[in-house]
């Protein structure tokens, strides 16, 4: 599956060497958290915020932080998934999204455990602060959506209604997860790639 950069040079490319002057695009917008109800990505659970799958790990600043151990965990993780890309782009398998995101995201949640410096640490609380409420009950979606599934009709009634008591402490009890959702919503369009 690609990534923004990916999509860097293939429109480099396309413009330089086919005369394109513009690239067409898919839905971008950020999928259901969890397992996917099926293969299509045309089933954006927001509009406003797009999907980390459109991330280059290797291009997060923090990535070039990473201790040995995880490096080496992060780029065998991106080694698993070139290889399924590779099978796609030969012709031998079909795009396994499933796949994709689970070793995106493992690789993304060992990038997000490395501090941020304080220029980046300042340009993240701004984005926090600019987005606001719509920020933090999007990634509370996608935190409880984890634990209780996607479709939130079926979670515990008292959890349906974003400003009630019981998601209100279930925030603070999924403190970590709630600011790697935000964390996700930031570093996809503002990573350079």
Same mark, same amino acid.
């Given at each position: 599956?690609?990534?923004?950069?990916?999509?860097?040079?293939?429109?480099?490319?396309?413009?330089?060497?086919?005369?394109?002057?513009?690239?067409?695009?898919?839905?971008?917008?950020?999928?259901?958290?969890?397992?996917?109800?099926?293969?299509?990505?045309?089933? $954006?659970?927001? #509009?406003?915020?797009? !999907?980390?799958?459109?991330? %280059?790990?290797? *291009?997060?600043? @923090?990535?070039? +932080?990473? =201790? $040995?151990?995880? #490096?080496?965990?992060? !780029?065998?993780?991106?080694? %698993?998934?070139? *290889?399924?890309? @590779?099978?796609? +782009?030969? =012709?031998?398998?079909?795009?396994?999204?499933?796949?994709?995101?689970?070793?995106?995201?493992? *690789?993304?949640?060992?990038?997000?455990?490395?501090?941020?410096?304080?220029?980046?640490?300042?340009?993240?609380?701004?984005?926090?602060?600019?987005?606001?409420?719509?920020?933090?009950?999007?990634?509370?979606?996608?935190?409880?959506?984890?634990?209780?599934?996607?479709?939130?009709?079926?979670?515990?009634?008292?959890?349906?209604?974003?400003?009630?008591?019981?998601?209100?402490?279930?925030?603070?009890?999924?403190?970590?997860?709630?600011?790697?959702?935000?964390?996700?919503?930031?570093?996809?369009?503002?990573?350079?790639?």
């Amino acid at each position: 599956m690609g990534d923004l950069a990916d999509l860097t040079e293939l429109a480099a490319w396309s413009g330089r060497s086919l005369g394109a002057g513009f690239v067409q695009l898919g839905p971008l917008h950020a999928a259901t958290p969890g397992p996917l109800p099926d293969p299509s990505p045309y089933r $954006p659970s927001s #509009r406003r915020f797009p !999907d980390p799958m459109h991330v %280059r790990v290797e *291009a997060v600043p @923090e990535y070039g +932080l990473l =201790g $040995p151990l995880a #490096r080496s965990s992060v !780029d065998g993780l991106a080694a %698993r998934a070139r *290889a399924l890309n @590779e099978a796609v +782009l030969e =012709g031998s398998s079909l795009i396994d999204r499933e796949t994709v995101r689970d070793l995106k995201h493992r *690789a993304l949640r060992s990038v997000h455990e490395v501090p941020l410096s304080p220029g980046r640490a300042a340009e993240f609380a701004a984005f926090v602060a600019r987005e606001g409420e719509g920020l933090t009950d999007f990634a509370t979606w996608c935190a409880l959506a984890q634990v209780h599934g996607a479709d939130w009709r079926t979670w515990p009634g008292e959890l349906r209604d974003p400003r009630s008591p019981a998601v209100a402490r279930a925030r603070e009890e999924l403190v970590g997860a709630v600011g790697f959702h935000r964390w996700l919503a930031w570093i996809t369009p503002h990573t350079r790639v």
